[in-house]
């Protein structure tokens, strides 16, 4: 038996001079967790420095190999590896993996130069299974298929899924002694789950290529978005504050190998994909060229916002055109041009908003018209500066509950379900003023379309309103409602807009 470590051209050249017939008994090596160890004695000779391995088999969690053959150390290779190899092992390779289950079998002959030498075998996979690192679902393999010729890596084909999405992919790559040289691999995707950001999830479908060599590597490709959506509750004042220290900020730490991959993909869709949290409720047209690095990725191109409802204090407005352009050369500054209207009492408000998170300017204005003062005072309280100040002390308990029902209104809206509750002197959109106060809710229905308003008048004597406001086209809408006396209407209503 043998035992001992010897390393070095040194150490080697004193080999030379040496005959060695040794049996190693026990040999093991421990990876994290994983554990390979030999199955029965590793019995080999040498020669003037030429090692000639008579017998070597290994063990482990799904992997059983023999070893044979022989090699010259700094000189030669004769070296044959036939056995089945246990997935776990790919965390060796790359930090990217956390485990893995299954077993790759794996036939290989190395020969000739030490440091040039051919490789020729294959490696082939049936069902298993990856955990990669930042990803919320394993990735499924179907089958790998991958061919070893001389100085060449063929990947033939790997199937696999991952979530309800599916991937293939096929390429090659230059073996440069032991390791890849330059590398292709081309991979199409189809209804592939990602997370696009910490908070935005999405679908995509389309097709990747990822190439270059150890020192300097590209992704390229097309990715159709078929689904997206963020949804994640924002506090706008914090966001508004945070929003250029955080473009400051840098990744805590580098992601190996990989991290400064150039980008250079085209990311577009139509259908689908939206924001709906407490700011708000929109759908979005993607149209962007993702670059940079993915280290630091930068955006490129448009998001527009043909349709939705976005929220200014208790108001809400209805999108009239909207569009979020990315322009930036070194950072990701959105720069946005959205405009918006909302019918508060017998005024049309609107709302223009330009400029990036750091800078923009709001732009009020009504019709009738008024200052803009008395458009926020109208927005805040549903009152001019004048009425307020006219206001006598039944008033001035209104304006109170308003903004006290503004205050409350985000944590009630979480427990009811409900899109909005207000105080105000109206029901909502489409319905007549009142005199007395009134205490609504607000419900949107049917992606959107119908927009359901209950109201209950303090004053006794009035009945409850219901409101039904139902949009049958796009510059055309029906309007039923019960009002204050109990009675039953409706309209019908037709928009025109003249620019």
Partial sequence: HASGAISGRGAFKKLQEIDLT?????VSVRWKDYELMNNGPIAFRAKKGAFVIEKAAFKGTNTDLTLSGGLTPFKEWRLLVNGDVALNLLQILTPKVQSGRGVAHLDLKVTDQWKKPKMQGVLSLKEGIVYLADMDQPAHIASLSMVFNQHLLILETVEGKMGAGRFSGRGKANLVGLHPGFFGFHFDLTAMPVQLTRN???????VLLFQG???KQSLNGSLHLQKGLYNKRVDLRQLLLKWRERQEERLPTEVPFVGKTALNIHLYGKENIAVDNNVAKVALDVDLQVKGTIQKPLLFGQINIPKGTFHFRTNEFKMVSGVVEFVHPTRIDPVFDIRGESKVRDYNVDLSLKGVLSEFDLTLS????LSGADILSLLAVGKTTQEVTEAGEEARTFIVADMVSGFFAEPVKQLTGLDRIFVGAGGGVGEKSSK??????????LNDRLLVVYSKAIDPSEEDRIHLFYDLAKNASLSLNRDEEGQLGS????????R
């Fill in 22 to 26: 040794s049996d190693l008994a026990s």
């Fill in 200 to 206: 935005l999830t999405g679908v995509v479908e389309g």
């Fill in 213 to 215: 060599d150890e020192k």
């Fill in 366 to 369: 009504s019709l009738p018209p």
């Fill in 436 to 445: 007395n106060t009134l205490i609504s809710a607000e419900k949107r229905l």
């Fill in 491 to 498: 309209d019908l209503r037709f928009r025109f807009e003249f």
